[in-house]
């Protein structure tokens, strides 16, 4: 069985466009870097759901050196978020109220991705839930395996960049 990240990761490497570099793919989860920007960042796909949303879901952990932005949480929901829809994330049995827009949600400042990211370091799946456009809840659900490794490849692949 092919894991969720398989296709996701097969997506980014072969998109003509946007040249990024494997750092590898750990289990469930790949890291990457992208020079141009330059940015580095684990990412895995939702698992799949009986009722697949329109958008791709996936979350990612980045990092931009330039910006000093460093474990920054986001995640693609699959679905476009009715306008003022709480988005909650449960990992390791805490609940974690998202921000965003659209079919994006990212921790609300750096305090919360440190929190997340730690959590994300002993927990073995996270869910993420809001209501979408059509006024329905739905969850994406996330595999953790394979996230601390890939989490700390992005961050040594980008820790010369300044």
Same mark, same amino acid.
């Given at each position: 069985?092919?894991?969720?990240?398989?296709?996701?990761? #097969?997506?980014?490497?072969?998109?003509?466009?946007?040249? @990024?570099?494997?750092?590898?793919? &750990?289990?469930?989860?790949?890291?990457?870097?992208?020079?141009?920007?330059? +940015?580095?960042?684990?990412?895995?796909?939702?698992?799949?759901?009986?009722?697949?949303?329109?958008?791709?879901? %996936?979350?990612?952990?980045?990092?931009?050196?330039?910006?000093?932005?460093?474990?920054?949480?986001?995640?693609?929901?699959?679905?476009? #978020?009715? @306008?003022?829809?709480?988005?909650? #994330?449960? #990992?390791?049995?805490?609940? %974690?109220?998202?921000?965003?827009?659209?079919?994006?949600?990212?921790? @609300?400042? @750096?305090?919360?991705?440190?929190?997340?990211?730690?959590?994300?370091?002993?927990?073995?799946?996270?869910?993420?839930?809001?209501?979408?456009?059509?006024?329905?809840? &739905?969850?994406?659900?996330?595999?953790?395996?394979?996230?601390?490794?890939?989490?700390?490849?992005?961050?040594?692949?980008?820790?010369?960049? +300044?």
């Amino acid at each position: 069985m092919r894991s969720p990240v398989a296709g996701l990761v #097969l997506l980014l490497v072969s998109a003509p466009v946007a040249a @990024k570099d494997s750092l590898g793919v &750990f289990d469930d989860w790949g890291a990457f870097r992208d020079s141009a920007v330059p +940015r580095c960042y684990a990412i895995t796909a939702a698992q799949k759901e009986k009722r697949p949303g329109r958008y791709q879901a %996936y979350a990612d952990v980045g990092t931009w050196p330039r910006q000093d932005v460093r474990g920054q949480v986001h995640v693609r929901m699959s679905r476009e #978020l009715a @306008k003022g829809s709480y988005v909650s #994330l449960l #990992l390791g049995g805490r609940r %974690y109220d998202l921000t965003g827009g659209g079919a994006d949600a990212w921790a @609300k400042d @750096k305090r919360m991705d440190a929190a997340i990211v730690a959590a994300m370091r002993s927990a073995n799946a996270m869910s993420v839930s809001a209501i979408d456009n059509t006024g329905q809840r &739905f969850t994406d659900h996330y595999s953790l395996k394979g996230a601390p490794t890939a989490m700390d490849a992005a961050t040594v692949g980008c820790a010369r960049v +300044r």
